[in-house]
């Protein structure tokens, strides 16, 4: 079957750095994304990985491995803001996204 | 990236009435929408593929005579709940798919249903 896995929850200091790791499991692959949702809001778009390595965007950088079927996000000098859950998702070969259930960001000052 | 609205932002209905929410692509042609539920502290579920101008295909489990669908243009999709009940109380996002390389969906800001 398809699955994702992600942590439910994580902890950070204000200033810090953390990653937010995802492995995955699916019927073919186009491609790995990393969402923003605030709590209530609609998600927004982080990033994008479909060849290996990692990808730099501002604070923010995402990685991937496809042979080992990993990806993570890393998040730099970590502000308040940050405080939210970050959701990856993987694309099979229907071009579907396949949804993890969302990693907490706690941000603490 | 697309600009995608929803109407309402939140709506408290009585059980057994229906409901619908509007997904607009604001600033370009989507033939592709999708619709998603999410419970408290759950990820999101995707309900269906709403396709522009054909029925929308619809996820295992999800019932396509109670969720309507329409996606009569190039722009607009529908979601009506029918006789809806308090366990459909739920936040319902849409997005929209994008034309480029990266396939990357941009989401509406959601719908929250409260059926009391």
């Known amino acids: 079957g398809q699955n994702i896995d992600q942590p439910t929850e994580m902890t950070a200091t204000e200033g810090a750095i953390v990653q937010i790791n995802c492995t995955y499991q699916t019927s073919g692959f186009n491609g790995l994304f990393w969402y923003q949702q605030h709590a209530g809001e609609a998600p927004t778009f982080l990033s994008y990985?479909?060849l290996d390595g990692l990808e730099e965007k501002g604070r923010f950088s995402s990685f991937l491995s496809r042979s080992k079927g990993y990806s993570y996000l890393l998040l730099k000098e970590l502000q308040m803001k940050d405080s939210a859950s970050y959701l990856c998702a993987a694309m099979d070969s229907n071009y579907q996204l396949i949804w993890g259930a969302g990693t907490k960001l706690i941000i603490k000052p | 990236g697309a600009v995608v609205s929803q109407h309402p932002s939140r709506v408290i209905c009585k059980s057994g009435t229906s409901v619908k929410i509007e997904c607009r692509s604001l600033?370009?042609?989507?033939?592709?929408m999708f619709w998603y539920r999410q419970f408290p502290k759950q990820s999101l579920m995707l309900m269906a593929t709403s396709n522009e101008g054909s029925k929308a295909t619809y996820e295992q489990g999800v019932e396509k005579d109670k969720f309507l669908i329409n996606h009569a243009s190039l722009t607009l999709s529908t979601l009506t709940v029918t006789s809806a009940h308090p366990e459909d109380s739920s936040f319902y996002i849409c997005?929209?798919?994008?034309?480029?390389?990266?396939?990357?969906?941009?989401f509406g800001p959601g719908t929250r249903l409260t059926v009391t």
């Open positions: 600033d370009f042609q989507a033939t592709t």
């Open positions: 990985n479909v």
């Open positions: 997005s929209t798919r994008g034309t480029g390389f990266s396939y990357e969906q941009y």
